[in-house]
């Protein structure tokens, strides 16, 4: 294999793992947000805050020349998966 391919694929591998342990963070938070609504009687799903975060995707895809449709699809599974964790 190429020298620099493997290279790239390396320097791949580190970012995707840099990835995993941010959204291994977010889901943290996540557990700590889900104990605060049920402590407050909140709902796990709040459909304002989705629309904020949804709005905030569409910038994101921008700023960093993204597909909006991908940011949204990423961002719709993290939330799918949040969901679960406050649950």
Not at 42 to 51: A, F
Request: proline content about 1%.
């Amino acid at each position: 294999m190429n020298f620099e391919l493997a290279s790239l694929r390396s320097e791949i591998d580190q970012l995707d793992e840099q990835l995993w342990e941010i959204i291994g963070k977010r889901a943290d938070v996540v557990r700590q947000i889900g104990d605060w609504k049920r402590q407050h009687g909140e709902q796990v799903v709040q459909p304002k805050r989705w629309q904020q975060v949804m709005q905030h995707c569409q910038a994101v895809a921008e700023k960093y020349g993204l597909s909006e449709t991908m940011v949204s699809e990423v961002m719709e599974a993290i939330h799918k998966e949040s969901v679960g964790i406050e649950s």
